[in-house]
């Protein structure tokens, strides 16, 4: 199948089903205009976002990997007025754009964004934890770092969600020396072998090309 037809369908539902939403189309504007890379989830990844997020009535919730805020955007609508996401972004710069979009998108109340490499800021969270929902959306590389934090910093009941682990499919190849790549694989690897964790992963085909994300409950 072309491509071209999976960005054509993504089109197709972000506009009929979806409808206008200026916050987020300001939001990605003013990433684009700041230079930031075009690696934002989708409109409509987007939006699997804010109804997950408010499925499971989260009132605290984790992203490691904020880029310019507009999955903190979805995410963070989801929250009740009390609610907070704290968001992990190594690049001040990025984090700067992110804190004028969620603050431009009316969120800003309710966003914490912290500057670090996350591995250096998820250990100084303890008195944020526990979160309800956590997602994962940086460098794949400590994928299963993140996973082993999202426990640490979760209870029974947290959802895990972990963006961008197919990767064209190269997921799959065990001989990959790709950091990305071995790094998803070891957080697979991590979430089969956990007790504590119910996992699964779906392919998604969309604008932005053929990738999936991993789902988990925290279970114990
Ligand atoms: N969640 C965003 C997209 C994130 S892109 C959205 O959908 O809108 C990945 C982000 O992770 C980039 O902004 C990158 O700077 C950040 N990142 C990469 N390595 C990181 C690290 N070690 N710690 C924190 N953030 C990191
Ligand atoms: C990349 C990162 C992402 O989080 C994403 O959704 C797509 C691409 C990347 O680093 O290329
Ligand atoms: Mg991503």
Redesign the pocket.
């Known amino acids: 199948m072309d491509p071209r037809t999976w960005a054509t369908v993504d089109d197709y539902l972000t506009d009929n089903l979806l409808g206008s939403d200026e916050a987020l189309d300001d939001a990605a504007r003013a990433a684009a205009e700041a230079g ?2 075009d ?3 989708s409109p409509p990844q ?1 939006r699997f976002l804010t109804l997950l997020a408010t499925m499971v009535r989260a009132r605290s919730i984790l ?10 955007i979805c995410l963070a609508r989801a929250l009740p007025p009390d609610g907070t996401l704290v968001t ?4 001040p710069r ?1 984090a700067d754009v992110a804190r004028g979009n969620v603050d431009r998108a009316g969120v800003g109340d309710r966003v914490d964004i912290r500057v ?4 250096d ?1 998820l250990p100084t969270l303890r008195d944020d934890a526990p979160f309800d929902l956590v ?1 994962l ?3 794949k590389a ?1 994928n299963a770092a993140y996973v082993r934090w999202a426990l640490e910093l979760g209870l029974p009941g947290t959802v895990i969600v972990v ?1 961008n682990v197919v990767r064209h499919g190269a997921v799959a190849d065990a001989t990959s020396d790709d950091p990305g790549v071995r790094g998803t694989r070891e957080m697979f690897e991590l979430m089969a072998a956990e007790p504590r964790v119910d996992a699964t992963a779906l392919q998604t085909v969309a604008g932005k090309g053929y990738d999936g994300f991993a789902l988990a409950l925290v279970t114990g």
């Open positions: 930031l890379p690696i934002a989830v987007g992203e490691v990997g904020t880029l310019g805020g507009y999955s903190a992990l972004e190594a690049d990025f670090g490499a996350a591995l800021t997602f959306d940086a460098d400590s963006d």
